[in-house]
């Protein structure tokens, strides 16, 4: 089902100072930039590697309000890992075969996500504490 990491989404205060520090530190590239309103965040994408299906990223994310999910989290819980996304080859099929087996899906239907993809969140009190992220890269696999 899960055919790589996509991405491991970090939650921050300030985008621009945390982007510069994982450029530094980690010799990363910014290769996307977005405001996503419905996720009421602001955010960047740094590309780690390719892999099966679309490619491997640190995502940092900046809430544009104190009420978005990520708002909250940083009240609560103080910057760091946010989520976890997982490339899966078709998004509405495994939110369908997860969703059978129990777990609670966040999204009725697939969103949105970075860099034209298609995504969908599941309850992380169902995974382990671990907030999921389904992601379909907008490249297909190759068959
Ligand atoms: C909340 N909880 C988490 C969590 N956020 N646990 C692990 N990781 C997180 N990120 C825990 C809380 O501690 C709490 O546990 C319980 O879940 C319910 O949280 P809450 O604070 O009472 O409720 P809400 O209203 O904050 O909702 C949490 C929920 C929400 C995860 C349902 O944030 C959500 O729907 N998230 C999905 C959308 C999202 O996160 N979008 C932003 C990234 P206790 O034990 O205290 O009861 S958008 C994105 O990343 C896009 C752009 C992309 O990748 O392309």
Redesign the pocket.
């Known amino acids: 089902m899960f055919m790589r990491i996509d991405?491991i989404?970090i939650?921050c205060h300030d985008l621009e100072e945390k982007i510069a520090l994982f450029e530094q530190t980690f010799e990363l590239t910014v290769v996307a930039r977005?405001t996503?309103e419905e996720?009421?965040?602001k955010?960047a994408m740094l590309h780690i590697a390719d892999g099966e299906g679309g490619g491997s990223y640190i995502?940092l994310?900046e809430p544009l309000s104190a009420d978005?999910?990520?708002g909250?989290?940083l009240a609560?819980?103080g910057e760091g890992?946010?989520?976890v996304?997982f490339g899966v080859p078709d998004v509405a099929e495994a939110m369908q075969q997860i969703g059978g087996k129990g777990v609670r899906l966040?999204?009725e239907r697939p969103?949105?996500?970075?860099?034209g993809?298609s995504?969908a969140?599941l309850?992380?009190?169902d995974v382990g504490?671990?907030?999921t992220?389904l992601?379909q890269a907008a490249r297909q696999p190759r068959t």
């Open positions: 991405h989404g939650a977005e996503n996720q009421g965040v955010e995502q994310l978005s999910p990520v909250k989290f609560k819980r890992v946010h989520h996304a966040l999204d969103r949105h996500g970075s860099m993809s995504i969140f309850h992380p009190k504490g671990m907030l992220e992601v």
